[in-house]
């Protein structure tokens, strides 16, 4: 009787590790917990069991199950924050979401070997920054491909190096390190679904590029067609995707008008790009007021160019260069911040 018991508790073991299964808790106050895979429509290859959405229990209880074809990276989004990404594979998880006194958020994930090998090569990279008072991003990238590189080099099917490939590749074309980077994966890596649509997600990046220098239509707040040149403006310019019921995109508002302020008058523009619905106009024009933002802002009719972006998560936001080319997606206010101060604050 007890190996009858070992072998079947093996047996159910095994069958559960073809799902998995995530425990969590919060601190946070929210009416709803997001499990958000980012870039869900490119890689949409998982199986969420009743729904992405959860409501935690008045102890902040909440949990998801489902399934996943292999480690995938996901984001947990409550009313009002976006935690950090972490890896989700078939097993039993546990995960803390907690807001300090000091209103510092931290993640905690516990039972993930591939979410463990994730926080081991992202301290490497950050590790590997070379920090002074001159403006070293350009230096520490590619420090940060060059030893991405060789990471995938020593294991060529690590799922962990290809997801920060993918997030460091964002919507730029990749460089001479992240083509090597893509030739060196293992056979079984290259022959999976999502490193297939990253491929694909390549050859729209050169769209996304072309679509920018082209120039685009989009209605102004008086609803009239307007065309938009990016190129040539000698600015940097935030494309900031959203919409007037997106809390987390009301959330972020603030800072980036903190920032604009800043900024605005040094060669720098936003341009706020909704995707609300018809009926939720008169919403959407009221939020700009309420929120006093006072860079441009127009409506993506039936949200065609956001699709013409691949943006299929909000906010969305894409950073462009004087020249018009893409050179980073979904800055945070912190990092737009610190970026722009070494760009625009020597002029």
Not at 105 to 115: A, D, E
Not at 149 to 173: C, D, G, Q, T
Not at 198 to 225: A, H, P, S, Y
Request: proline share 3%; with cysteine.
């Amino acid at each position: 009787m007890k190996y009858l018991f070992i072998i079947l508790l093996s047996f159910q073991i095994n069958a559960q590790q073809k799902k998995f299964f995530l425990q969590g808790n919060t601190n946070i106050k929210t009416d709803s917990v997001w499990l958000i895979q980012p870039n869900a429509k490119i890689f949409n290859f998982f199986n969420i069991e009743n729904g992405i959405s959860k409501k935690p229990s008045l102890e902040g209880k909440f949990k998801f199950q489902g399934n996943i074809d292999y480690p995938t990276y996901f984001w947990l989004v409550t009313d009002n924050t976006i935690s950090d990404g972490f890896f989700l594979e078939n097993s039993y998880q546990e995960l803390e979401y907690h807001q300090n006194k000091d209103s510092r958020i931290t993640l905690r994930v516990r039972g993930s070997k591939t979410n463990d090998e994730y926080i081991k090569l992202r301290n490497v990279l950050k590790s590997a920054h070379i920090t002074s008072i001159f403006d070293n991003t350009e230096v520490n990238d590619a420090l940060e491909d060059y030893i991405l590189l060789n990471y995938i080099k020593k294991n060529p099917s690590s799922f962990v190096a290809l997801w920060i490939l993918i997030e460091r590749f964002s919507n730029n074309k990749p460089n001479h390190y992240q083509e090597e980077a893509l030739s060196s994966f293992s056979d079984n890596i290259k022959s999976t679904s999502i490193f297939k649509a990253f491929l694909n997600k390549i050859d729209d990046i050169r769209n996304f590029q072309n679509t920018l220098r082209d120039g685009f239509v989009l209605k102004n707040m008086e609803l009239k067609k307007e065309d938009i040149i990016l190129k040539n403006k000698n600015q940097y310019v935030l494309l900031d995707f959203w919409f007037s019921y997106c809390k987390p995109c009301i959330y972020q508002m603030p800072k980036f008008l903190s920032i604009y302020e800043k900024y605005g008058t040094k060669n720098f523009e936003i341009i706020g790009i909704s995707i609300d619905r018809e009926k939720d106009l008169p919403n959407w024009k009221r939020k700009i007021v309420e929120l006093n933002i006072n860079w441009k802002n127009y409506w993506d009719e039936n949200s065609d160019f956001s699709r013409k972006m691949n943006v299929s998560k909000y906010p969305t936001n894409f950073l462009l260069d004087p020249d018009g080319n893409i050179i980073a997606q979904d800055v945070s206010p912190e990092k737009l911040d610190d970026y722009l101060s070494t760009k625009l604050m020597k002029k």
